[in-house]
């Protein structure tokens, strides 16, 4: 598929969306509720994928694909919620809103990068079933339902474990300051 983008070929977008347009549309619409909005950003993605590939040689192409799809639904849910709340999204950042300072609190990119760096050293330090919870979760914003139907557990234990792993990541951040 790499190839197909150095070559410029038009079919590269076809097998883009043939291979992992299902997960990139589950991604988007997680964030956001409106099925025109979803295609909008989806193939907005695709377009950045086009113009970053060349230069860029993802691997893996999915992981590259879905956080472009990702940024710009986030970024399409902030300008069309600035007053209005609702949707998966909403809820899974109310879930973390007592772990992660709002962005009003964190005032300079400085602060933001030692977060995100605080983040990622719990996130490496946590089991791998809690860090792929936690990243489809936070990250994907996949609802809760979906993540027990898919690891064959219950909805209740799933919250559950979302609540020990925000109240560890909560402590590691008051620890290391990052937090009141």
């Known amino acids: 598929m790499i190839s ?6 038009e079919q590269a977008i076809a097998e883009l969306d043939r291979k992992y347009g299902a997960a990139v549309r589950r991604t988007v619409s997680n964030i956001l509720p409106d099925r025109a909005d979803v295609e909008e950003c989806v193939n907005d993605a695709y377009l950045a ?28 849910y902030h300008s069309n919620s600035a007053e209005k709340r609702g949707g998966n999204y909403s809820v899974a950042l109310d879930e973390l809103k007592e772990c992660i300072p709002s962005g009003v ?20 330090g946590i089991s ?12 994907y914003a996949d609802p809760v339902n ?13 919250s559950v474990r979302l609540f020990r792993i925000r109240e560890k990541l909560r402590k590691k951040l008051k620890k290391e300051g990052l937090i009141v």
């Open 4 to 9: 197909l983008f150095f070559e410029r070929s």
């Open 49 to 76: 994928v086009w113009n970053t590939v060349p230069p860029n040689s993802p691997d893996p192409m999915i992981s590259y694909v879905c956080r472009i799809a990702r940024n710009i639904a986030v970024n399409r």
């Open 105 to 124: 609190s964190v005032e300079s990119a400085y602060d933001a990068k030692e977060l995100t760096e605080a983040i990622n050293r719990f996130l490496a």
């Open 128 to 139: 791998k079933d809690d860090r792929v919870l936690f990243v489809r979760r936070y990250w």
């Open 146 to 158: 979906k993540i027990a139907a898919d690891t064959g557990s219950n909805p209740d234990r799933i």
